[in-house]
């Protein structure tokens, strides 16, 4: 069963690192990815800041019971179905109870107070994601794999913390440690208004640091002879320090989206999955 194209779209939007990740992606796995990141894509979507609060809460507690399914071998969904269906080995559909704890966190409107409760959060809302990603890739065994999702998934939640600051302060939900904003002063509400304090950027700048040792990370819990295999979770990797190395030319300034030209993602990505 194949994916639509409507949910294809929405799982990896044009110019998008997922975008470019899946392009490089194992043949064989491609289509499994694009269905797992479409599931995420839904989940995303039951929180979003126009949905009504009861009307989230159903649509995450059927996540929960297709999740389930899915893990029995029996999905109901068009997306979950498509992924049972093509995946090219065996994987843990339960990680994706952590991505749904982390949409519950959002609704409930739950900010990180520390660096580890940052950890904690972004391992359900990446991490977890990030490693039933890599099973479906293969090419290592279980626990290698583990370590990779998880060490790539704290890494690109940190970047993505830093690119989204500011609608996360806007929807409520900010993904910077309160204590470390604390700690210099500023206010959670200070980081909906422009301009952005400037005792921030050391803030961000931390974070920034944090993320680049959590890809590094990630890539040395890769055994070699995984490289070609993990193809995509490594150019998510790249892709995402090149996001990171415009943000800190930029000194953290989020008040505009800033992103990389489509032609130098696609050039990192080719660069990225030719040096397997």
Excluded: N
């Excluded at 043949?27 to 979003?48: F, M």
């Excluded at 080995?89 to 991505?99: F, K, N, P, S, V």
């Excluded at 065994?141 to 998934?153: D, S």
């Amino acid at each position: 069963m194949s994916l639509s194209t409507e949910y294809a779209a929405v799982a990896a939007p044009p110019a998008s690192p997922r975008a470019y990740a899946l392009l490089f992606a194992a043949p064989d796995a491609r289509e499994a990815l694009t269905a797992l990141y479409a599931v995420d894509a839904e989940i995303a979507q039951a929180t979003a800041r126009h949905v009504e609060h009861s009307v989230a809460h159903t649509k995450l507690t059927w996540w929960r019971g297709e999740v389930d399914r899915l893990q029995a071998a029996r999905p109901e969904h068009p997306i979950t179905r498509a992924l049972r269906e093509c995946a090219p080995r065996a994987a843990d559909y339960g990680l994706l109870h952590e991505r749904l704890a982390a949409a519950d966190l959002r609704l409930a409107g739950f900010a990180p107070g520390t660096p580890a409760e940052l950890d904690a959060l972004l391992y359900r809302s990446h991490g977890a994601l990030q490693q039933l990603a890599a099973q479906l890739q293969g090419g290592a065994e279980t626990p290698a794999l583990m370590g990779f999702g998880a060490h790539l998934g704290r890494g690109l939640g940190l970047v993505d913390a830093i690119a989204d600051l500011r609608q996360d302060a806007v929807d409520g939900v900010p993904r910077v440690p309160l204590d470390a904003l604390s700690a210099v002063g500023i206010e959670p509400e200070a980081l909906a208004r422009v301009p952005l304090p400037a005792a921030l950027a050391p803030v961000l700048g931390t974070l920034a640091a944090r993320a680049r040792q959590s890809l590094d990370d990630a890539l040395a819990a890769l055994p070699a002879t995984a490289r070609r295999a993990q193809t995509h979770g490594r150019i998510l990797a790249a892709l995402h320090r090149a996001l990171l190395d415009e943000l800190a030319r930029a000194h953290f300034d989020v008040t505009t989206r800033r992103t990389v030209h489509p032609l130098r993602q696609l050039w990192r990505a080719w660069r990225t999955a030719t040096r397997a």
